[in-house]
């Protein structure tokens, strides 16, 4: 089982930065692939960004150019450094991965809890 801890939420205003991190932790082989999905209150859930074993990314378009994507297989951390903030990217910010088990081994969606940015005008 994969334990995804999310941290680096808070309140911005418009125009500022926040970076969040992403701390996978248990037992597992590999992980695939590793996202960002936010949700607004009254909103579905929605992709983010992505990034991939082979550091290929893929970005909602409306954050290509504000939104990066990194990630560091040896510690198992995902990070995503969100620049010129909109209040429009207020959201719960949930952690995503697709995961693979050593013991079975089969691949799993794991989700984190979720941190809140808040962008104010």
């Known amino acids: 089982q994969v334990q995804l801890v999310e941290s680096g939420g808070g309140l911005v205003q418009a125009g500022g930065t926040l970076a969040l991190s992403c701390a996978a932790r248990?037992?597992?082989?590999?992980?695939?692939?590793m996202a960002w999905y936010r949700q607004a209150p009254g909103k579905q859930r929605e992709l983010v960004a992505r990034?991939?074993?082979?550091?290929?990314?893929t970005y909602a378009d409306y954050v290509k150019g504000r939104f990066t994507l990194s990630r560091d297989n040896a510690k198992n951390t995902m990070s995503m450094q969100m620049n010129s903030l909109l209040p429009e990217d207020t959201a719960v910010y949930y952690c995503?991965?697709?995961?693979?088990?050593?013991?079975?081994?089969?691949?799993?969606?794991?989700w984190g809890q979720g941190t809140q940015v808040t962008v104010s005008s």
């Open positions: 995503n991965a697709y995961a693979q088990r050593t013991v079975p081994a089969t691949y799993s969606m794991y």
């Open positions: 248990g037992n597992f082989f590999r992980i695939n692939n």
């Open positions: 990034i991939y074993e082979g550091n290929i990314t």
